[in-house]
Structures are given as C-alpha cells and as structure tokens.
C-alpha cells in the first residue's frame, strides 16, 4: 500500500517561509494536493496538481514538486496561516492521505 | 455556490449500524466522483471510500471494506455511507467531499 510522509510539525516566525514537504513513491507518478484544516473546520484546498492554486487562496501559498517528494510553500507566513496542512495523491482510485503537519507561526 | 451537507451521525453500540447521507447542491453530482474522509477526534484525516459518477465503481479501505456500502443516487444528487459492524475505532467526524470541496462532517461515536 502507498504511504504519504510529512513532517509532525513545523514553526516560523510571522513573515518568514514555511516550507512543508510530503514524500511518497505515489508522487513520482500521481499528482498531490494540499488542503489546510484549522481547528474546528472542514479541510479547505490550497494547491491541486501538485503547483496550481485555486482561486480565492493567497499568492504566498505555492507548491512544487520532484521525483517523490512535493513541498508546499507559504512565503511570508501569517499567523492566519497557523493550522494543520495535509497532503493527499489518488493512486488507483485510492486516496491516500500523509499524517498532516501543524503549522505554527509564532 | 457548492455545498455538501452531511446527516445521519449519532451515538451506537459496538456491532450497530448507521447510515449516513450527504445532501449536495451547486455542481453538477453525475459528473463527479465522491468520496467520504473520516478524521478521529485530534487525528488526522483518513479515507473511507469513493464511488463514480454512475455508482459502477465503488473502492473501500481495508478498514472498513466488508462493514462499510458507499452508494449514490444521482436523482436527488445525494450520497450514502451504510455502515454496519461498528467499532469503537470507527469513531470520526464523517465528512462527505467531491475533493476540492467538503462538507462540514457528520460525527459517529461508537460507544457501550
């Protein structure tokens, strides 16, 4: 079964880069995608096909990928960005979701 | 305006059953596959199943394949999660999601 990897968490100060990574052997040939949860609400999607950013999420949020790994980058973090962020791939109409990781900005 | 709104969590015994529905609106249902996503109480986010556009293909995790019926009724542009045998690590906040959007969860507690 795949498996999707993520740091448990992560803290920047406010206005530095965050940088979350997800690694997987499913990301070599599936795209990922991010969604951030903050507490109490439903996940809410801040990058698909691995880069593109749906409308309506902040230009800081940026994603990227290489080989296994992708990386979601906010620039320039917000104490509003604080939540958890979770990455997810659908290999074979299976979704596989990493552990997520909680995002600090203190 | 997309909207998932799901119904039908509650408190059971061990070994009951509950079935959980998801009323959508805003987008067109029989185009899309639906999944439903659990997240335990402080966990994270987990999948349950999804099913196509026609209710033809249907995929389970392990977890629940054999106790779990995902189903569809493209009519009323609803979906159904029928859940039998429950565990007490059943436990969740059932959300109903297309993927880029989600409902705000139905909570299950399997509890004696």
């Known amino acids: 079964s795949y498996e999707l990897t993520q740091p448990s968490s992560v803290s920047v100060s406010p206005g530095q880069t965050a940088t979350i990574t997800c690694s997987g052997d499913v990301l070599a040939k599936r795209y990922a995608r991010w969604f951030q949860q903050k507490p109490g609400q439903a996940p809410v999607l801040v990058i698909y096909k691995d880069s593109e950013r749906p409308s309506g999420i902040p230009e800081r949020f940026s994603g990227s990928s290489s080989g296994t790994t992708v990386t979601l980058t906010i620039s320039g973090a917000q104490v509003e960005d604080e939540a958890d962020y979770y990455c997810y791939s659908v290999p074979d109409n299976r979704w596989v979701f990493g552990g997520g990781t909680k995002l600090t900005v203190l | 305006e997309v909207q998932l709104v799901e119904s039908g969590g509650g408190l059971v015994q061990p070994g009951g059953s509950l079935r959980l529905s998801c009323a959508t609106s805003?987008?067109?249902?029989?185009?899309?596959?639906m999944s439903w996503v659990r997240q335990a109480p402080g966990k994270g986010l987990e999948w349950v199943a999804n099913i196509d556009e026609h209710g033809s293909e249907k995929n389970y995790a392990d977890y629940v394949k054999g106790r779990f019926t995902i189903s569809r009724d493209n009519a009323t542009t609803s979906l159904f999660l029928q859940m039998n045998s429950l565990r007490v690590e059943d436990s969740a906040l059932y959300y109903c999601?297309?993927?880029?959007?989600w409902g705000q969860g139905t909570l299950v507690t399997v509890s004696s």
């Open positions: 805003g987008f067109t249902f029989n185009r899309y596959w």
């Open positions: 999601t297309l993927g880029d959007y």
